[in-house]
Nanobody
């Protein structure tokens, strides 16, 4: 069983930056794709972006493309989400997720087997 722990959330002004981390409790050999999702109050949880762990290929939802970047550190078993030019609509609880499969287009929650507890990101205007 892989446990995922997010960190790095907080309060930031519009236009600012934050970097979220997602640390895996064990070697990510059993996780082939990792992703970030987010959920705002009253809204469905939505896909933000994902990374295919072995090759580092990333893909994003359109609303964060060119502002958010996902990366990973194989030694630390950690995935990152660098968020730049943050906007109030980016306010949400951000969750990391892991899948036991290689997902070249893993945008659905149901594709993921492991979830973190979430970290709050609040962007003030």
């Amino acid at each position: 069983q892989v446990q995922l722990v997010e960190s790095g959330g907080g309060l930031v002004q519009a236009g600012g930056s934050l970097r979220l981390s997602c640390a895996a409790s064990s070697h990510t050999g059993s996780v082939y794709t990792m992703a970030w999702f987010r959920q705002s109050p009253g809204k469905e949880r939505e896909f933000v972006g994902a990374i295919m762990w072995s090759v580092g290929y990333t893909y994003y939802t359109d609303s964060v493309k060119d502002r958010f970047t996902i990366s990973r550190d194989n030694v630390k078993n950690t995935m990152y989400l660098q968020m730049n030019n943050l906007r109030p609509p980016d306010t949400a609880v951000y969750y990391c997720a892991g899948a036991r499969w290689t997902l070249p287009n893993g945008r659905s929650q149901s594709s993921y087997d492991y979830w973190g507890q979430g970290t709050q990101v609040t962007v003030s205007s």
